[in-house]
């Protein structure tokens, strides 16, 4: 299995900060970088992906990626207590996707 | 129209037993998985069907028996259940051949093993 690391969390944030999650891959022939929001007893579902070196912003959402240093994170601006998941990095490595063990983060109203 | 559905969503069987999952997407993608997701949340990739050919295979014991009839169907069969099995499944589809292709998940099948 491709390594993909994050920080497990669990991540507290009070309500209007900003959260940072990170994540590391291993292969550096990934291609295409994605993170997916999961809430309790859901299905994870995709809130934003990236594909070149740099910013990509998305209302209160922003990824960034660095692929010299094998690295992609995601800042969620205004962190609402609607946030509260689990936030999972995944890395598409030769159209098969490698997923991190997840972040838990908590918002507090 | 639900995009990827699976079913059944909650399997509670004894060891030993036999089961199937089936999954079904009508998003027209190429390519279909099946990840395991343990109790601390890791999805674990186990399976991925192109066109209905099997192009990966994690290490996954000879126990789970992926089947494709065709590119809209991968149902998953699991033959003499352990404990360790007990976990929620999802079938996943995407854009095989495109890099920047999405995975679209089902809700999950819970599998409990007693």
């Known amino acids: 299995q491709k390594e993909v690391e994050q920080n497990s969390g669990p991540l507290s944030v009070p309500e209007g900060a900003i959260a940072s999650l990170n994540c590391t891959y291993s292969d550096r022939g990934s291609q295409s970088f994605f993170w997916y929001r999961q809430y309790s007893g859901k299905s994870p579902e995709l809130i934003m992906s990236?594909?070149?070196?740099g910013d990509k912003e998305d209302g209160r959402f922003t990824a960034q990626l660095n692929k010299a240093s094998q690295y992609v994170s995601l800042l969620i601006r205004d962190s609402q207590p609607s946030d509260s998941a689990t936030y999972l990095c995944a890395v598409n490595t030769g159209n098969q996707f490698y997923f991190g063990t997840g972040t838990s983060l908590t918002v507090i109203p | 129209d639900t995009a990827v559905s699976q079913t059944p969503k909650y399997l509670v069987t004894q060891m030993g037993n036999d089961k199937s999952i089936k999954c079904e997407q009508n998003l027209g993608h190429d390519t279909m998985y099946w990840y395991k997701q343990d109790s601390k949340k890791f999805l674990k990739i186990m399976f991925s069907?192109?066109?209905?050919?099997?192009?990966i295979n994690e290490t996954v014991p000879n126990r789970f028996s992926p089947k494709s009839p065709d590119k809209a169907h991968l149902n998953l069969h699991i033959n003499s259940l352990e404990l360790g099995d007990s976990a929620v499944y999802f079938c996943?589809?995407?854009?095989?051949?495109?890099?920047?292709?999405?995975?679209?998940f089902g809700e999950g099948s819970r599998l409990t093993v007693l």
């Open positions: 996943a589809s995407s854009n095989g051949g495109v890099v920047t292709g999405e995975l679209f």
């Open positions: 069907y192109n066109n209905k050919e099997l192009i």
């Open positions: 990236i594909y070149s070196n």
